[in-house]
């Protein structure tokens, strides 16, 4: 992937979560966005690119949490507060497979963190 790709890239990324701010529910979210397939292959790439945003944020968060006295939920809770827009998108696109397989990592970094 070149630069402009990966710029191109974070851009799409933006005018989701821009749309997102105003109506997540919204179902042109993943719609008319440039170069999306190119870039991402389709809609469910743009989604699974979100998905990895907040993975990388939550475990930036749970690496802190301990030394602030947090708990992974007060860590969670934190960054869903800090970014509504991106949640909430990812909450209204829960895979039901994914959300289950997401809960036994939300015990450990509780457990983890309390440590």
Do not use: C
Request: charged share 25%; proline share 5%; no cysteine.
């Amino acid at each position: 992937m070149t630069w402009n790709d990966q710029h191109a890239r974070t851009e799409v990324l933006h005018d989701v979560l821009a749309r997102a701010a105003i109506d997540p529910a919204d179902p042109m979210l993943f719609e008319n966005l440039p170069d999306r397939d190119r870039l991402f292959g389709g809609a469910a790439g743009v989604l699974a690119a979100l998905r990895y945003r907040w993975a990388n944020h939550l475990h930036a968060k749970l690496d802190i949490a301990g030394e602030r006295g947090m708990t992974a939920a007060e860590a969670y809770r934190e960054l869903a507060a800090e970014q509504p827009a991106l949640r909430a998108v990812l909450d209204i696109h829960a895979d039901p497979v994914r959300a289950a397989d997401s809960r036994p990592y939300a015990r450990t970094a509780e457990r983890v963190t309390a440590a």
